[in-house]
């Protein structure tokens, strides 16, 4: 399994960035970021047989986790941008016939290179 995460950059509080994650497959696919000596922590989850995507508490509403089936890429939109969302991102898969969405990064087996997105005040 490969994945290739890119859009990282620097932005204001209050902008939008949106993160895309490329695919050799298609898998439960998730988010997941790190902030400089923090844990790595869930963002949202998507899978591509359908139904409803899941978020961290700390960004439903402001990010919008979406897939492109054809080109077997995952979007992390994300708006309203704060400091706190300073980290890099991570996108990550779970294994192939896996359909169950979870935020438990142990689940997720394949890991994306990251990319780092820092939001100024």
């Known amino acids: 399994v490969q994945l290739q995460a890119s859009g990282g950059g620097l932005v204001q509080a209050g902008d939008s960035l949106e993160l895309s994650c490329a695919a050799s497959g298609r898998f439960v696919m998730g988010w997941f970021r790190q902030a400089p000596g923090k844990e790595r922590q869930f963002v949202a989850a998507?899978?591509?047989?359908?139904?409803?995507?899941i978020y961290a508490d700390s960004v439903r509403g402001r990010f919008t986790i979406s897939r492109d089936s054809a080109k077997n890429t995952v979007y992390l939109q994300m708006h309203d941008l704060k400091p706190e969302d300073s980290a890099v991102y991570f996108c990550?898969?779970?294994?192939?016939?896996?359909?169950?969405?979870?935020?438990?990064?142990?689940?997720?087996?394949?890991w994306g290179q990251g990319t780092l997105v820092t939001v100024s005040s």
């Open positions: 990550a898969a779970r294994g192939s016939r896996v359909t169950v969405l979870t935020s438990d990064r142990r689940q997720y087996p394949y």
């Open positions: 998507i899978s591509w047989s359908g139904g409803s995507p």
